[in-house]
Structures are given as C-alpha cells and as structure tokens.
C-alpha cells in the first residue's frame, strides 16, 4: 500500500484522474478477492476492506509533502505504519529511491505493456 500510495502522490493530476481510479478500483478489488480466498465471510471482509482503505488514504495523506520533508519527518511518516520495521532508515532510503524514480518517468511508462480487458 505504501508503494502504491507513492504512485498516486506521482501521478495524481486531472489528466490521469480516470486511469489512476481504474487502477485503484483495481487494487482494492484484488485485495478483497484475495481476503475472500483466505476464507473470510461478507461481514468480515466489508470491516476489514473498511480498514484497508482508511489506512490506504492516511498512508496517501501521510505521503503527500513527502519531498518537502526533512529525514527525520520522513522516518516518523513511516514508522505511524511500520512501528516494529528494525532498519528504518534503510526503509526511508527505499523510498526516498522509489519516489525519485517514479517522478523521472511518465504514468504511461508504467501502463506500456498493460492490456485492458
């Protein structure tokens, strides 16, 4: 959810709007498939999908200024989500990375290849 969190941060803008809510819908649709192989039933999967996505928009809104922040502001960011992550640091290098990464290249880079059903 974090990396996706980032993706969003990158390439939200009004002209990706309804690819970038395909993509969510996507996402969120998976997660719940994959809730209900485990075995859960409607009840539990709707309180648990309710979670996935709270904690989904607090990891975008957390994510948001992120290369506005300082070191130190970017690790507490992550550790709200990962409290028991042991190198945190190397964490926060990660995705300092990733998100250099991902804003030199455009959201069709990372759609090319992708078939639509």
């Known amino acids: 959810m974090l990396h996706f969190s980032f993706f969003l941060k990158n390439f939200k803008n ?6 970038l809510q395909e993509i969510y819908d996507f996402n969120f649709r998976q997660l719940e498939l994959s809730i209900r192989e485990i075995g859960y039933g409607d009840q539990s999967i709707n309180k ?3 979670n996935y996505i709270n904690l989904f928009h607090s ?7 992120w290369d506005s922040l ?15 992550f042991n190198d945190i640091e ?3 290098d990660y995705f300092d990375e990733f998100n250099t990464n991902l ?15």
């Open 90 to 92: 190397h964490l926060l």
């Open 103 to 117: 804003s030199k290249k455009t959201l069709n880079y990372y759609l090319k290849g992708v078939s639509n059903p």
């Open 59 to 65: 990891m975008v809104s957390e994510v948001h200024f």
């Open 70 to 84: 300082s070191r130190s502001e970017k690790i507490k960011k992550l550790s709200i989500f990962l409290s028991d």
């Open 48 to 50: 648990k999908m309710k």
């Open 14 to 19: 009004k002209k990706n709007k309804k690819i």
